[in-house]
């Protein structure tokens, strides 16, 4: 006998694991009803936001049951996503039973993230490439890639240090600036404004100031304003970050 407590718990968890990675809120909320369904789980009420998920089942009657479950806005992981898709369809069409549902949503839990390494070089790949895009030279795309591949790093040494995004976000830029003054003193024939804009744009919040106008389309807009807030929140430290060095310098005299 299948118990409600499980099947929503199961279900809820899913939900969790698809929002920390990134989901959008209407498909979240989707696969948890889909699945309750599934179960013929009767007068349920699914509820998601941002960073949040309220479920509760069979509300009138014995085995009634409700979980409230807070969950952290963090960063997109697409793998996982459609990993835990796959799961919901295959337990929806009762192709895997409630228990190996468990130990597959583990699997999917643990995923491997891509390798350190590779997420170094693509950063100062994409801010060479941006650099070149907004108009920069291929010396300034050569020197944005280096700048690019030490804003990575620094991003690693701030995560495992649990630094704050805010902090994060003000540190990154300010060394992203920093470091484009410095290539300066090289008396090449370099483009700061352009070396700068390529570097930062890895730090530009652009998924989640997509999936705020996204939420705000269908109607979410608790969830739309939460996101399309931490994105500005996240445009303002950076632009803060990059400006300080040319405040400090413009009130010294330029020195």
């Known amino acids: 006998m299948v118990y409600t407590n499980e099947i929503l718990t199961l279900a809820v968890e899913i939900g969790d694991s698809m929002l920390r990675n990134g989901a959008e809120i209407y498909r979240v ?18 509820y998601v936001i941002s960073n949040g998920i309220f479920a509760s089942a069979n509300e009138n009657q014995e085995d009634a049951c409700s ?35 468990w130990e597959e949503l583990e699997r999917c839990q643990n995923l491997p993230n891509y390798p ?9 790949l994409g801010s060479a490439g941006f650099c070149y895009l907004f108009g920069g030279s291929a010396l300034d ?8 591949i030490l804003e990575q790093l620094l991003l690693f040494a701030l995560k495992k240090y649990k630094f704050s995004k805010i ?11 920093l470091l484009a003054m410095l290539c300066m003193l090289t008396n090449l024939n370099l483009l ?13 919040p652009g998924i989640a100031f997509t999936t705020a106008i996204r939420d ?6 608790l969830s ?15 632009a803060v970050g990059a400006c300080l060095p040319f405040v400090i310098m413009n009130y010294f005299g330029g020195l």
């Open 29 to 46: 909320e989707d696969t948890v009803v889909h699945i309750l369904k599934s179960y013929e789980v009767k007068e349920f009420d699914v």
């Open 141 to 148: 795309s050569l020197f944005t890639f280096g700048i690019g």
């Open 167 to 177: 902090i994060t976000n003000i540190f990154a830029s300010l060394f992203v600036t």
């Open 216 to 221: 705000i389309y269908n109607a979410d807009y």
């Open 67 to 101: 979980i409230v479950r807070h969950v952290p806005l963090g960063s997109v992981n697409l793998g996982k996503i459609s990993a835990l898709n796959q799961l919901a369809r295959d337990i929806c069409e009762h192709k895997i039973s409630l228990i190996d549902s």
């Open 116 to 124: 350190n390494s590779l997420l170094v070089f693509f950063c100062g």
């Open 192 to 204: 700061q404004d352009k070396i700068i804009i390529g570097a930062i744009m890895p730090l530009v």
């Open 224 to 238: 739309g304003t939460i996101h399309l807030l931490d994105a500005l929140i996240t445009a303002i430290c950076i």
